[in-house]
């Protein structure tokens, strides 16, 4: 018996699975609407079983699904025995016997983790308080669209040590990536995360100073400053990160051909200007497209 794949963390790829990853998606991409479009997924039903809204990780997985040749379920905590609590691992043993492989968006990674454990069909993190790998999967992809020596290139990453930054973090290990990131003193990522990509060959900085983080640098990524279940923290996020907007001055200390990256939702006038996200440097709008290419590239991966 095949022992089933997940992809909780860009490490379940790595770094080979990653770079084929990266080249498969480019070839999805190239081939959607095409009759030749591979369909692995047909006679096939994916579960997105999602804790926090979403619009582009749950639309670019419907549709991913739908044109791999597979069927998608929506099922929301709110909406579900899930939002009651039933316990994760009933509830991984038993969607198991339904569908062929479950996308979930969680709270906290360790429900994730736990789902995955008790579930035996391939399970997706599609975000969690840890890491959002399939968002930095098409960040990748997006980088290597644009420039072909895309593991050489300086990256920066401007603002809060969260989730994102993580991935990004992790990517620079596994890939050797040359990543500086700029994070307030409070909002710094994890250090035994900085430390583990270093020891892997990531060039892994992390600075005070926005302006020397992206000096240089190839592709800019940033994030929103309160991230879903830090709303209440808002204020004092602000404060924290003021002088860490993504605008056209801090911009102009990047690489001439720099790129810029925002997951998205953006919260313009915060972590970056409108003249940013708007502006030439700009790929957020490929970027939000390559998470379908990208997912359904992993979606084929992960099928046995």
């Known amino acids: 018996?095949?022992?089933?794949?997940?992809?909780?963390?860009?490490?379940?790829?790595?770094p080979n699975g990653l770079r084929r990853l990266i080249g498969r998606a480019v070839e999805m991409k190239a081939l959607r609407g095409r009759p030749e479009h591979p369909r692995p997924l047909a006679g096939k039903t994916v579960l997105l079983v999602f804790e926090k809204a979403s619009t582009r990780t749950r639309v670019?997985?419907?549709?991913?699904?739908a044109e791999l040749g597979g069927h998608a379920i929506f099922v929301s905590a709110r909406d579900s025995q899930l939002g009651r609590g039933e316990p994760i691992a009933d509830a991984a043993r038993v969607l198991s016997r339904y569908a062929h492989a479950a996308v979930l968006r969680t709270n906290r990674h360790d429900t994730l983790v736990a789902f995955a454990r008790h579930a035996s069909i391939p399970v997706v993190n599609g975000l969690t308080d840890r890491s959002h790998p399939c968002q930095v999967l098409a960040d990748l992809?997006?980088?290597?669209?644009?420039?072909?020596?895309w593991a050489t290139l300086r990256y920066a990453w401007i603002g809060d040590g969260f989730n994102m930054a993580a991935s990004w973090i992790e990517a620079a290990g596994l890939l050797g990536l040359d990543l500086r990131l700029a994070c307030p003193t409070a909002h710094r990522p994890d250090a035994a995360l900085v430390s583990a990509a270093r020891s892997a060959g990531g060039r892994v900085e992390i600075v005070?100073?926005?302006a020397r983080a992206i000096e240089g640098a190839h592709v800019v990524s940033t994030d929103v400053w309160s991230s879903m279940g830090h709303e209440s923290e808002a204020d004092a996020r602000r404060a924290a990160f003021a002088g860490f907007t993504v605008d056209a001055s801090l911009l102009a200390h990047a690489h001439a051909d720099a790129i810029f990256l925002h997951c998205l939702p953006a919260h313009r006038g915060e972590e970056v200007t409108d003249d940013v996200i708007e502006g030439a440097h700009s790929a957020v709008w490929d970027e939000a497209e390559n998470r379908l290419h990208a997912q359904k590239a992993l979606l084929e991966w992960l099928m046995p």
């Open 1 to 14: 018996m095949t022992q089933k794949r997940d992809f909780l963390d860009l490490a379940d790829a790595g």
């Open 208 to 210: 005070d100073d926005p």
């Open 141 to 149: 992809f997006t980088v290597a669209e644009r420039h072909s020596d």
């Open 60 to 65: 670019s997985f419907e549709v991913g699904v």
